[in-house]
């Protein structure tokens, strides 16, 4: 019996998707629920299993085709299987075939990346790794088996070129970056704050905050979440956004948390911030990087957001200027901490501080609205007992 393999149903904000990588070809063996293809969208990457045991009998989408959703992308035979897939060839070369060990690599190495491996006899030690500690992803690998065609040219003196493809994912964040710059009234206003006392309770709770919750470590990205959610409360044109001619106010803080991922920066959304504790806030951004990391990210994940904060600081960004994700109307940029000399009550004092940048929608928020809400936030993390008594 053969059974179409079809694409899922996209989101409506989704239309169409891109097919990037099958991991079988027409001939081979597939189980149940077996990884077979990945569809690339504007947001995320959607994986696409077997319905049944069998073999893959024909391809109808090849990489880089449009599909929509339920499209048939493939066909696959129900029950059957080939003696080539069954059982090793008289002729083959047992030395030939890799066994796990020959997967193994300097750098980690995660189960499904692994697994991928093996099955396409991909040398591992020609991987980059984007993972954490180096560690290869399931991505990394599909990227080495897919990696386009990219043409290098020569020219006059020697020197080549390079041409490559942009993924759907970086055309989708450029056309996203470029409405937002061409159509809001975008203006950044900028300030300091002394992490010294986030940096203080960080240090004496940090071991015991890890044990109490199970493994969660505490950052600073908690405390910037849960001041800009108190700050939301107070000012809340910078919570809301423009729907057209209309001015929406929401009355929850789902802040998005921009993160960096192989394929791009994603913006994952923390819902209703304002009922999180720290221990919450660390943990779902844990789980946001992992996802990222590894393509799991669902595009329910990224679905709307109130606010966003993006941290450049990671990468050693000392000062930066943010760009807005509309149809929010501000976003607040974290950059490095940096020891600098300060002059506190007439005395020259070395102390850690931190640029903040928030960039907003003139249209919707005034200057004073933006600077008083800046100032805000930087009280709440200049004395982090205002967060808990919300004064």
């Avoid at 069998?54 to 003696?83: C, P, W, Y």
């Avoid at 002729?91 to 189960?111: F, G, H, K, L, R």
């Avoid at 505490?218 to 405390?223: A, D, I, K, R």
């Amino acid at each position: 019996m053969t059974i179409e393999i079809k694409a899922p149903t996209l989101p409506e904000s989704v239309p169409d998707g891109t097919i990037a990588t099958w991991y079988k070809q027409v001939g081979d063996s597939v189980s149940r629920d077996e990884l077979l293809v990945d569809i690339e969208t504007d947001k995320v990457v959607i994986e696409v299993v077997s319905p049944t045991d069998g073999v893959l009998q024909e391809i109808l989408k090849n990489t880089g085709d449009t599909i929509v959703s339920n499209q048939a992308i493939g066909t696959v035979v129900a029950g059957e299987a080939t003696a080539a897939a069954s059982a090793p060839s008289e002729t083959a070369d047992p030395v030939a075939a890799p066994e796990p060990a020959a997967v193994a690599a300097s750098a980690p190495v995660s189960p499904a990346a692994k697994k991928m491996i093996a099955e396409n006899n991909v040398d591992a030690s020609s991987i980059a790794g984007t993972g954490k500690a180096g560690r290869i992803t399931k991505e990394d690998v599909a990227s080495a088996l897919n990696a386009p065609a990219a043409s290098s040219i020569a020219s006059s003196n020697g020197r080549l070129e390079e041409r490559v493809p942009m993924s759907r994912l970086r055309a989708k964040v450029a056309e996203r970056l470029l409405h937002a710059s061409q159509s809001t009234a975008m203006l950044t206003t900028f300030n300091e704050v002394n992490m010294a006392p986030v940096m203080e309770i960080r240090n004496r709770y940090k071991q015991e905050f890890e044990k109490a919750h199970e493994g969660v470590r505490l950052g600073f990205m908690s405390f910037f979440v849960r001041a800009c959610t108190e700050a939301l409360k107070r000012y809340p044109a910078v919570n809301a956004s423009l729907d057209g001619a209309d001015i929406v106010y929401h009355g929850y803080q789902d802040i998005g948390v921009a993160v960096s991922s192989p394929r791009g920066l994603v913006v994952p959304v923390l819902r209703n911030s304002d009922t999180m504790s720290l221990a919450h806030i660390e943990k779902g951004i844990r789980d946001f990087g992992e996802k990222a990391r590894d393509g799991k990210l669902a595009i329910e994940d990224m679905a709307g957001g109130t606010f966003t904060i993006s941290n450049g600081g990671v990468f050693g960004s000392l000062l930066s200027t943010p760009i807005l994700n509309p149809p929010q109307t501000a976003i607040l940029g974290m950059h490095k901490i940096q020891e600098r000399p300060m002059a506190v009550d007439g005395q020259v004092v070395v102390l850690p501080m931190m640029y903040l940048a928030l960039s907003y929608d003139h249209r919707m928020i005034d200057g004073k609205e933006a600077v008083q809400f800046l100032v805000t936030v930087k009280d709440l993390l200049e004395d982090p007992t205002r967060l808990l008594l919300e004064i």
